[in-house]
């Protein structure tokens, strides 16, 4: 049995090492150095906009993603939810936890109050862009960004 729940600081290695676990990630993520993550951990955990969940199997993190909700004027004063950093461990993938971790993000989206759930996926990621598809997810925008 799977439970999804809000994550804890002592989880945060093992949200590394996943985001770490894709040829992005690996030129992203440091896994020798937890101080950045642990301060990132305690602002989003601080944040009542912000929401970290991990998926927990028998005391094991096998799965993440982080959900914010941003209220704004658009969409006659609509708040949106932004899904970010979807992850799933090796061990898990091809188990429909990728699935159940979207359906749960939608459906705390609208116990929220929300009217749009929306998210971004690396334009090289073709197998994300199908998964998320299947899931009823529509790519009706462009983005762009800009490191700073």
Known sequence: MVEIRRARREDVPAIVVMLADDPLGARRERLDDPGPYESAFDALDADPAQLLVVADRAGEVIGTLQL???????????????????????????????????????????????????????????????????LGFKASHVGFKLDL
């Open 68 to 134: 914010t909700f941003i209220p704004g004027l658009a969409r006659q004063g609509a708040t949106r939810a932004q899904i970010e950093a979807v992850r799933v461990s090796a061990a898990a993938r091809g188990s429909g936890l990728g699935s159940d971790l979207i359906e749960w993000a939608v459906a705390e989206s609208r116990r929220r109050g929300a009217h749009l759930v929306q998210l971004t996926s690396d334009a090289s990621r073709a197998d994300a862009h199908r998964f998320y598809e299947r």
